[in-house]
């Protein structure tokens, strides 16, 4: 028995020694917020508890909380800064801690990629920037050098222009120059075109047109449709970075090709005798990037599960192209009640009505969605149709005809036969006199 009691004591003594430090361990990490901007919260808070790791990051999301260690508290006493193990080199402290990934945000900063999310949608696993400077072929420097948010830009990455609108105005271009918008294309290959797109989207979709999107429409007796305001001006850096972190990307590798995929407008101003190019608002998805259609779809995903299940419940059918909302139905007497919530839905989404585009087409009337008329038969109208047939026969009895009229002429009747072979069966039948 004597010869137990040194061994018994040992046992005891790594016991408490073990439930002491798994104590320490679990303990929840603290920081020290007293020389923070703490936005909303009381300045008498100094100090934020970090919540574990493993829930999820919102409500309702399968996203889990899953962050960057480097960026966290270290438990136990500050060590000396000779000793401090270094966790960044100078590049990448420079640009962790630069403009373009700065953050209000704490808890969103500090976010690692979620390989379980990235790999129930098939994406690529990018947990570094590394890693995604290695899928689109460029260094660390050159893809930094694309992703950088510049109050001074010397020489910007697009070339802006304006085009006329139909409806009157301008609307703003902006065109990545060549070697930004190949790094774009690349991203559009790997990532933008395998992001989950709702079914009722039909813009910018292989095997999709504006005939898919207007078919569903054919023969109702009444037609709602909706326009959104600024539509990509509405998909801002912060929301296209907001959403691939809710995909499952880490914050550094979000935000980077955020920035890829966004550009300020610009105002030239001289300084010093240099000329340089300084944003005058933020960030945006550009009308003319490759990307930028893509991501409009994909972010728009909740927004037309909302509409569609909203339609359904009203008996309606819904379609979406880029900006253009559709809603089709035989219940007259709903669509102001329907016309009021999409539009609580579209605002609550992030976007706004265009109001002065809202139309309500009914059996009686002309009723066009996304340019083809729908009342009987998906097609031109009777109009339409009998002025292309005029310019087929002055084409034909005209002494001379330049090629540049006969492929706009060939284009128009190419238009009616992917819309309609048997309205465009006639006007075949002239063309192949006028081309032999």
Known sequence: MGSLTPLLVIVVVIAIVYALTRKKRTQPLVRDVSRLARGSQSVDVVTETIEPEGGPFKEHHRRKVVRDA??????????????RKKLFDAASAARRFSLTMRCKDRTLGVLAADSEQLERFGLPAWNTEQQLADSLALTLGQL????????????PHYVTFEVPKRSGGVRLIHAPKRRLKAVQRKLLA?????????????????????RTCAEPHVGKRVILKL?????????????????LVAMGYGYDVSTTIACLCTESERQPVEVAGELLHVPVGPRRAPQGAPTSPGLSNAICHRLDRRLSGLARAHGFTYTRYADDLTFSGDRTDLVGKLRARAVAVLRSEGFEPNTGKTRVMRKGGAQRVTGVTVNRVLGLSRGERRKLRAE??????AP???????????????YVR???????????????KLYG
């Open 144 to 155: 930094r050098h694309f992703s950088m948010h510049r109050i001074a830009e010397r020489t």
């Open 400 to 414: 001379s005809l330049d090629t540049a009229e006969k492929r706009r002429l060939s284009g128009r009747i190419a």
């Open 70 to 83: 480097r960026l966290l508290p270290k438990p136990g006493r500050r060590q000396r800064h000779r000793n």
């Open 418 to 432: 992917m819309l309609n072979p048997e309205q465009a069966a006639a006007l075949l039948r002239k063309a192949a």
């Open 190 to 210: 790997l990532l933008v075109d395998k992001l989950p797109v709702h079914d009722a989207a039909h813009g910018f979709r292989h095997d999709r047109s504006i």
């Open 392 to 397: 087929l026969h002055r084409a034909m009895h």
């Open 227 to 243: 326009d959104v305001k600024d539509f990509f001006p509405s998909l801002t850096f912060a929301r296209i970075r907001g959403y």
